[in-house]
């Protein structure tokens, strides 16, 4: 059966600490993976995906992502966190016309 | 280009009352879906169609239909609306690709049954 999982409800950082996000998938076919963000009362952006080659990829807003498959993950990272970071994160998984989501991680950021 | 708009984006219900969700896209996209969020959940399927004239069931579907008459709108129909249909609702369309392709959503609509 396909499911995300991302094991972590609320993640608090400090401005400028890193920040990595966990995404643990389950998929019978080749997964294609995706991160989107959810700011408050707003819809879902695309972030970044991922289909095939580089198992390392890179986002918008200076995100990026690595695709383990021995470990079927896709945790989300960032380098320097900004307080606009603030928002929920959203890992799934898909292929043509269905997708799978986790059930998000709420990120606050300390000033 | 407004991308995908939802309609309305809030709305009140009594139990056993009936709606319509309107979802417009003009990026000129096959796919359309149709989900469901709520707390700690994530978002959850309830209908997608792959072109006009065409729709298909996803995880959660009971209580809902859809129809999608033309390419650039998908409408979501609660006939009897229950309290466990409160929720935020979101449209998204995507166009084919090899790879499977990238999602755009709407704003939701936020729908409370009493």
């Known amino acids: 059966a396909q499911s995300v999982t991302q094991p972590d409800i609320h993640i608090t950082v400090s401005e400028g600490a890193s920040l990595e996000l966990r995404c643990n998938y389950s998929?019978?076919?080749?997964?294609?993976l995706f991160w989107y963000v959810q700011s408050p009362g707003q819809g879902l952006q695309l972030l970044l995906k991922?289909?095939?080659?580089?198992?390392l990829v890179q986002g918008i807003k200076g995100f990026e992502a690595e695709f383990k498959r021995s470990q079927s993950s896709f945790n989300l990272r960032k380098p320097s966190v900004h307080w606009s970071d603030a928002a929920e994160y959203f890992c799934?998984?898909?292929?043509?016309?269905?997708?799978?989501f986790g059930s998000g991680t709420k990120l606050n950021v300390k000033p | 280009n407004a991308g995908v708009t939802q309609t309305p984006k809030f709305r009140v219900l009594k139990t056993g009352q009936s709606m319509t969700l309107l979802c417009a896209q003009d990026m000129n996209h096959e796919y359309m879906y149709w989900y469901r969020q709520d707390p700690g959940m994530g978002l959850r399927l309830i209908h997608y169609s792959v072109g006009e004239g065409t729709t298909a069931k996803g995880e959660v579907p009971d209580g809902y239909n859809v129809s999608r008459l033309k390419k650039q709108n998908f409408l979501l129909g609660l006939e009897s609306a229950a309290p466990s249909q409160t929720s935020v609702y979101f449209c998204a369309s995507s166009k084919p690709g090899q790879f499977g392709s990238e999602q755009y959503f709407g704003p939701g609509t936020r729908l409370t049954v009493t």
């Open positions: 998929y019978g076919a080749t997964p294609y």
């Open positions: 991922y289909f095939s080659g580089d198992t």
């Open positions: 799934a998984v898909g292929n043509f016309n269905k997708f799978y």
